[in-house]
């Protein structure tokens, strides 16, 4: 079983970053795509970022582009998530999520198969 941890989240004004971190524990890191997601206040979990097993690919959200930047270091069991130009409608608790697939990135939730506690992001405007 695999888990994953998030951390880095906080309370930041608008136009602020925040770079939120994934630590991967009990299984192969390297074997897993991994991706970001977030719910926020009364909404549906929506997808945000992800990457492939190797980092060669990744996914963004239209919400997000330009603005986010998902990476791995597979030394280190570990995802990121880099946030610049925040908005008051990035609010929200965000999840890290691993994939057991080795063809790409996973942007669809219920293909993942281990998700995080999530880590609580608030901007404020």
């Known amino acids: 079983q695999v888990q994953l941890v998030e951390s880095g989240g906080g309370l930041v004004q608008a136009g602020d970053s925040l770079r939120l971190s994934c630590a991967a524990s009990?299984?192969?890191?390297?074997?897993?795509?991994m991706g970001w997601f977030r719910r926020a206040p009364g909404k549906e979990r929506e997808f945000a970022a992800a990457?492939?097993?190797?980092?060669?690919?990744?996914d963004y959200a239209d919400s997000v582009k330009g603005r986010f930047t998902i990476s791995r270091d597979n030394a280190k069991n570990t995802v990121y998530l880099q946030m610049n130009s925040l908005k008051p409608e990035d609010t929200a608790v965000y999840y890290c999520?691993?994939?057991?697939?080795?063809?790409?990135?996973?942007?669809?939730?219920?293909?993942?198969?281990?998700w995080g506690q999530g880590t609580q992001v608030t901007v404020s405007s």
């Open positions: 999520a691993g994939a057991e697939m080795l063809g790409g990135t996973v942007t669809v939730g219920s293909y993942y198969d281990y």
């Open positions: 009990g299984g192969a890191f390297s074997n897993l795509a």
């Open positions: 990457i492939s097993w190797s980092g060669r690919s990744t």
